[in-house]
């Protein structure tokens, strides 16, 4: 019969780059909770409304991005393609500003966009985001970059280096917004994306990557000049905290973001040895995405990492973490497959990684696959070893092995937990 296949642009992760991946996510769920974060789940399916609402409607993922479908029951849902809009919405839902302010929370899920699957760029990847919620300080901003930084560094990624703009507020972005407009409509030769999105919203113009439009972007009028007070002492004071802390920040005027629903602060962390899909963090200020939902104003700030295109960066690094490898084969031969179980089953209540032969392979056989699977004790259980209540521990490191009674396994565990603490 005919093979199915996997969906274009989807992908299976198999062992062992999985076991690496949830290393990633142990890290991940450990920065998030040394900075106070707590874990959300929301549904991976939202009505479509909540992102054309709360992402959208000229951004790249609501315009040509999103799984949207009509359910059995003839409503317009969206596959999750980002992860702030679902939280605004159940914390909006579920009132969660009633335990107090400030929320603060973290998720690690699949968000599906229909793109043009490429290296960095999958129809389905995972994000490490978080969110906090009721913060408008500049201690918020900086709080989430830290925590990215620091959990980017806790993996092996090296230094970090944030690009940063501010988009200013609901009181600056309109003069800007304008002068944009009035630059661009004196433009000739914008691709067909920019000339359809000019007059709905002349900022994601900078965000464009076609070389033709890129051009354009040196003579655009600048934002700074544009801030409110308010919004540069704002950013000043962000740019000053991060100093402070020693991250490594450098200015991009052209850095506006895939989602409408950043205020002030945005900010990317990049990978340089990445190629073109090379932003690994993405993240920002969102003061009116809430109100936007139908909650009261509510000052908000967070980010999106990739997990996707970190593990590969990291794999380029070549300082992925690798899953534990297991500690012990239980060999046997002969009749002895019951008592060999149970001393596996030993070992495992004893918190040892333990292998048991499942396939009757001959002792040699058994050896080589130890080895393979990197593992360095082996303990075998024969008919003599049976008959006498012993079983033989060879240590394929050293290259030796010696018989000992099965009651003193206890003394085995250590020995195994001692190596693989010196490990
Ligand atoms: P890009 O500019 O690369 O398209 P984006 O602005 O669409 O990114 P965000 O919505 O900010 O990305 O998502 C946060 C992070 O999720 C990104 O920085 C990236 O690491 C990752 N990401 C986004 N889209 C994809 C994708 N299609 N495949 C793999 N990872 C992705
Ligand atoms: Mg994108």
Redesign the pocket.
Known sequence: MEQIRRLKGMKDLLPPASGRRSILEDRAREAAGTYGYSEIRTPILEAAELYVRGVGEST?IVEKETYTFEDRGGRLVTLRP?GTAGVVRAYLEENMHAAGLPVKVFYLQPAF?S?NPQA???RQ?T?FGVELLGAADALADVEVILLARTFLSRVGFGRVTVTLNSLGCSDCRPRYREALLAYYRGVDGLCATCRERREKNPLRLLDCKEPGCCAFKTGAPEREKFLCAACADHQNRVEDLLTAQGVVWRPDKNLV???DYYTRTVFEIVDEGLGA?N????GGRYDRLVETLGGRPTPAVGF???L??LQEALEKKGVVPAAPAPELLVAHRGETAAAALQLAEKARRAGIRTELELLGRSLKSQLKYADKLGIRTVAILGEDEAARGTVTVRDLVVGEQREMRRENLEQLWQTIREQEGSN
């Open positions: 790249d980002e966009r793109e960095g760029r999958y990847h994000q973001r895939g989602l899909q932003t690994v963090c993405g999106g990492l990739g996707e295109r």
